[in-house]
């Protein structure tokens, strides 16, 4: 199916992207649509032929626990309603704890990397199978951008997405900018990893911009593509011609030209690597017909650059017979070492062994300023009551207190936080948040007795 190029759709820019010259479709994050009231942007992009995608966010495929009935309904729901050839979302894990390891089930909040082992890879695989036995449409998984590497992986991300779609058949959506935010904060190479991608599974192509910051990259979605992005992407085409490429932009959005001049940017990378590598096919040709000749005379043919190598290297460790149709005892690995992880960051609790201290300082840092701007979005009243006491007044909250549901959850939670405290200090300030929370939650704040259970939980949390 080819889509060609395209945008990530946001209220923002919604009239943007309907003048947009050359977008052949656009991306909805699936999370913030409702089936029943689409926004008349959509409405008229769709009547116009526009291919409308959902991504969702909070799946969490990647996570111990099998995905939630309601989020794949939901996002089913989400497909039908909006006519979507197929529908997408990342390989990664957003939440942790719970049932499955005693303990309470804490929310990330944001796309957190799943380990690259065969443990992991299990359990994935399942949750893939289940996905897709729920969705209408077929199901393409991205590979993420992290902070934060797992000790003692066994496979590559090429190796580790490979033997997912051998395993599962689920397509790829391939994020290049991700892959360049791995290889600086990660180390790992680009090449190596398309080298061992199933390039022919690609359903379509993310560009995105971000910025380095005292060595680390961070994918802001909120800058402009940088050029080590579009080299990644110069490669990919080198080894396939991607169904579609979009260009993803959530924050700070520039003015209408420059998001024109962007997609653009992407146009002209691909039209040069299509013709690049058209010409590489054409002075390689002679020197295949060599190879082959060099082979009857007894000598080894020489590999072409583009052919694509095993996906698991000779010296790796060997692969699993297909897996059961769960594996219980691996769900509690990989549901542990998760809840470990995500305890550290959000709650405080020690480093596991094998992580870099520093690395998860920073990743925590980010997942509170995270909460913090995404709070402020949905609950805009919130910040404009608090003026500039909001951000540090939200993140000394965050330190203490997990998200333990979604961000409006969060929101009242963290208004309830401050009432509770006789914050803030200004009367007229207090009484307005009261009222805000009265309006989403109950009649009055919570009593005495309520807070003692809150902060007993909340104990145990941090525990």
């Known amino acids: 199916?080819?889509?060609?190029?395209?945008?990530?759709?946001?209220?923002?820019?919604?009239?943007?992207?309907?003048?947009?010259?050359?977008?052949?479709?656009?991306?909805?994050?699936?999370?913030?649509?409702?089936?029943?009231?689409?926004?008349?942007?959509?409405?008229?992009?769709?009547?116009?032929?526009?291919?409308?995608?959902?991504?969702?966010?909070?799946?969490?495929?990647?996570?111990?626990?099998?995905?939630?009935?309601?989020?794949?309904?939901?996002?089913?729901e989400r497909a039908t309603a909006l006519g979507a050839p197929l529908v997408t979302e990342h390989i990664a894990f957003v939440r942790a704890g719970g049932v499955l390891t005693a303990s309470p089930q804490l929310e990330a909040g944001h796309l957190l990397p799943v380990p690259r082992t065969w443990d992991a890879l299990k359990v994935l695989c399942e949750n893939v199978r289940i996905a897709q036995d729920c969705l209408p449409v077929p199901l393409a998984l991205e590979n993420i951008a992290a902070l934060i590497a797992?000790?003692?992986?066994?496979?590559?991300?090429?190796?580790?997405?490979?033997?997912?779609?051998?395993?599962?058949?689920?397509?790829?959506?391939?994020?290049?900018?991700?892959?360049?935010?791995?290889?600086?904060?990660?180390?790992?190479?680009?090449?190596?990893?398309?080298?061992?991608?199933?390039?022919?599974?690609?359903?379509?192509?993310?560009?995105?911009?971000?910025?380095?910051?005292?060595?680390?990259?961070?994918?802001?979605?909120?800058?402009?593509?940088?050029?080590p992005v579009l080299d990644i992407l110069t490669q990919l085409r080198s080894r396939v011609s991607p169904p579609g490429v979009l260009l993803e932009r959530d924050d700070d959005f520039p003015p209408e030209q420059e998001l024109a001049a962007e997609l653009g940017r992407i146009r002209e990378t691909l039209t040069a690597a299509a013709a690049a590598a058209a010409q590489g096919a054409r002075l390689t040709a002679p020197q295949a017909g060599e190879a082959i000749l060099a082979g009857e005379a007894g000598e080894a043919p020489a590999v072409q650059a583009n052919q694509a190598p095993q996906a698991i290297p000779a010296d790796a460790p060997e692969s699993p017979e297909a897996p059961a149709p769960d594996d219980p005892a691996a769900r509690e690995r990989v549901g542990l070492a998760q809840a470990a992880v995500l305890s550290s960051l959000v709650a405080g609790t020690p480093v596991p062994e094998g992580f870099d201290s520093q690395r998860m300082r920073v990743q925590s840092r980010a997942l509170a300023a995270k909460r913090a701007d995404v709070v402020r979005k949905v609950a805009p009243e919130i910040a404009e009551t608090l003026g500039g006491e909001y951000r540090p007044a939200f993140l000394a909250?965050?330190?203490?207190?997990?998200?333990?549901?979604?961000?409006?959850?969060?929101?009242?939670?963290?208004?309830?936080?401050?009432?509770?405290?006789?914050r803030p200090a200004d009367e007229r300030a207090r009484r307005q948040l009261t009222r805000w929370w009265e309006e989403r939650s109950a009649p009055h704040p919570p009593g005495r007795a309520a807070r003692l259970v809150r902060a007993a939980r909340a104990a145990l949390v941090r525990r």
């Open 397 to 422: 909250y965050a330190k203490s207190r997990p998200m333990q549901g979604g961000y409006r959850r969060d929101a009242l939670d963290f208004v309830e936080h401050l009432l509770v405290a006789g």
């Open 150 to 227: 797992w000790p003692d992986e066994e496979l590559t991300e090429g190796q580790f997405l490979a033997e997912l779609v051998e395993r599962t058949g689920v397509g790829l959506l391939i994020d290049v900018a991700n892959l360049h935010t791995n290889h600086v904060n990660r180390g790992e190479d680009p090449a190596k990893a398309l080298d061992e991608l199933p390039v022919e599974s690609i359903a379509y192509v993310h560009v995105a911009g971000g910025l380095e910051r005292d060595g680390v990259w961070h994918d802001t979605h909120a800058h402009p593509v940088a050029q």
């Open 1 to 76: 199916m080819e889509l060609g190029i395209g945008i990530g759709w946001r209220p923002e820019i919604a009239d943007a992207v309907e003048r947009l010259p050359g977008v052949d479709w656009v991306e909805v994050v699936a999370e913030n649509v409702c089936p029943g009231h689409l926004p008349a942007s959509l409405s008229r992009l769709r009547e116009r032929g526009t291919r409308v995608i959902p991504h969702g966010v909070s799946l969490g495929l990647g996570g111990a626990d099998r995905p939630s009935e309601q989020r794949l309904a939901d996002l089913a």
